[in-house]
């Protein structure tokens, strides 16, 4: 079969949704037809999404703050889980956090990270985090 053109024929008989969508029997659709409900997503599918939703957040945080690539690799880490759960704009809104990082006082920021709204909404994955950030 002639792959590219199945594809090309399916999404023009299917559509193409970017966003999560109900079909025209109730079913929770995304993309190409994909069926949420019934099919839903594998895990290399769910683990490729992640891949790109990282790059999108190391993309925002070199525009944002480029000295980030100087801290440990778990420090790093910390920022960009933070930023894939509150966006580069909700961890802006942590400034005592942000010139923490920037001074290098990773004790403070650790302080910053569990001493907000955040912590107290995701205690578990704060605590974690900011130990890996005093931890280095």
């Known amino acids: 079969m002639n792959r590219p ?3 090309a024929l399916l999404e023009k008989d299917e559509g193409l949704r970017l966003k999560p969508y ?3 029997v109730g079913k ?3 993309g190409i037809g994909r069926n949420l409900d019934d099919v839903g997503i594998t895990t290399e599918e769910a683990r490729y ?3 790109n939703d990282v790059g999108k957040c190391e993309a925002e945080m070199d525009r944002r703050w480029p000295w980030w ?3 440990s690799e778990n420090r790093q880490m910390v920022l960009c889980s933070m930023v894939f759960q509150l966006g580069a704009a909700g961890v802006a809104k942590f400034p005592k956090f942000i010139a923490a990082l920037q001074r290098e006082d990773w004790i403070g920021a650790a ?3 569990t001493d907000s709204l ?3 909404q995701t205690p578990a994955r704060a605590e974690r985090l900011a130990k890996m950030m005093e931890e280095g």
Do not use: F, H, P, S
Request: aromatic share 4%; glycine share 0%.
């Open 5 to 7: 053109a199945m594809l």
């Open 22 to 24: 109900r079909d025209t």
């Open 28 to 30: 929770q659709t995304i």
């Open 49 to 51: 999404l992640c891949e």
């Open 69 to 71: 690539r100087q801290m």
């Open 111 to 113: 302080a910053e990270m």
């Open 118 to 120: 955040w912590a107290k």
